[in-house]
């Protein structure tokens, strides 16, 4: 694996630990956005891996699309992207951080890190 793939999931994974901290001091929108950041990265160590430079977006989907891997998920997973792209939004459009930050519980956020957790090991897997 070269050093730029590496580099996206050094940065997953760090990601990863402070989405779990977020989540344990009650920083719920963070979390959140940390966990779309996390698959963001992901995504785009697949796309590196596959010898191209990851675009400057955001949309998870796109990234999936263009890593070659969105074919290769299920419905769970293609869903779950979905779920993750409004959580990316409050840090772009302060204007939607009340509606965004409404939508998450501490159990939703919970879930929202361990459905995270197991995307990040599939697309390690995928490398």
């Given at each position: ?33 940390m966990c779309h950041l996390v698959t963001e990265k ?86």
């Amino acid at each position: 694996m070269n050093q730029n793939v590496t580099y996206w999931l050094d940065l997953a994974t760090e990601d990863i630990d402070v989405a779990r901290g977020l989540l344990g001091i009650g920083k719920l929108l963070y979390c959140g956005f940390m966990c779309h950041l996390v698959t963001e990265k992901g995504l785009k160590a697949i796309i590196q891996n596959n010898g191209a430079t990851p675009p400057k977006i955001h949309d998870l989907v796109k990234l999936a699309k263009q890593g070659g891997v969105y074919s290769k998920m299920d419905d769970k997973q293609k869903d779950f992207l979905e779920v993750l792209l409004p959580l990316q939004i409050e840090a772009r459009y302060p204007s939607h951080k009340d509606n965004v930050a409404a939508s998450l519980t501490k159990s939703r956020c919970k879930e929202i890190l361990e459905e995270t957790e197991l995307l990040l090991k599939w697309i390690e897997q995928q490398l």
